[in-house]
């Protein structure tokens, strides 16, 4: 049943955004943790989206062709390559012994738009599964 | 006298039955609405109809107890071809969110009406079967 399929895939969209939404509280909570080492630093996390494909077993026998994935899954939580921020704090408890302290290369701007794109895609995939429920209980009263 | 079910229901319920899978490949689209490297797909709606509607006119011959003469056979009717964007993002992917839901919207509208015709047709069927 096809339209019973729209729920997994609109569910397995809301887990990755919801997996989204948590590495941007994340990064957002630790954007001013500060570290006296380059390699103790907290550094920005991303998730990594791809398509979830179909496995061969799952596969309708006549419908090959018609089904192209099954969602969304999160790959993998990658750390940012961006350099981190280093400032001179010499009165800082955490300084290194030249007077830096190391600030996490968290991008506060870049985040907020993070978070605000994965709540409307969340929005949207709720959505969806609203309109699939509708259309699923109509069919539930076929011929009555 | 049999009643032929795929007589009295026409193409409607074929209808139905890929109204509900576009909705399932549109809620695809919109699922990887942002993984990147994702083609936005979609089914050709009108070529599989014909597919349907041809195979009335000139019926195929049927040897095996499996051979089907109708439809859904979007393996070769029509495969799910590639959508191209209007504008094309930096992550090659090809989903516009807002196109998807409008199409989303108006299959849900058309798997609606879909499903009025034959729920007609098994209104028809059940009063012939009453004779009331």
Do not use: C, W
Not at chain 1, 13 to 27: D, E, G, H, I, Y
């Amino acid at each position: 049943m096809s339209l019973s399929n729209v729920f997994d895939i609109a569910g397995s969209a809301m887990t990755a955004q919801t997996v989204r939404l948590n590495t941007t509280a994340s990064n957002m909570a630790n954007a001013e943790s500060v570290s006296s080492s380059e390699d103790e630093t907290y550094r920005a996390r991303k998730p990594v989206f791809a398509l979830k494909a179909v496995q061969p077993e799952q596969m309708p026998e006549d419908y090959r062709s018609l089904v192209p994935g099954q969602g969304v899954q999160v790959e993998e939580i990658v750390e940012s390559e961006a350099p981190l921020r280093m400032a001179y704090e010499p009165n800082h408890p955490m300084a290194d012994e030249q007077g830096y302290v190391y600030y996490p290369n968290v991008n506060v701007v870049e985040e907020m738009a993070d978070m605000i794109s994965a709540s409307r895609s969340f929005q949207i995939n709720a959505d969806i599964m609203n309109t699939a429920k509708q259309m699923l209980q109509r069919t539930l009263t076929l011929g009555q | 006298m049999a009643i032929n079910f795929d007589s009295a229901l026409g193409v409607h319920d074929d209808a139905l039955a890929l109204r509900g899978r576009r909705a399932e490949v549109l809620a695809n689209n919109i699922a990887n609405a942002d993984t990147p490297n994702f083609k936005a797909r979609d089914v050709d709606f009108a070529a599989v109809l014909a597919g349907q509607l041809d195979s009335y006119e000139l019926p195929l011959e049927q040897t095996a107890v499996r051979h089907q003469d109708e439809f859904l056979s979007p393996d070769t009717a029509a495969d799910l071809l590639f959508r191209t964007p209007h504008q094309p993002s930096v992550d090659g992917n090809t989903v516009e969110l807002q196109e998807e839901m409008a199409r989303y919207t108006e299959n849900a509208i058309r798997y609606q009406a879909s499903f009025q015709f034959l729920n007609s047709k098994f209104k028809g069927l059940t009063s012939a079967i009453k004779g009331e």
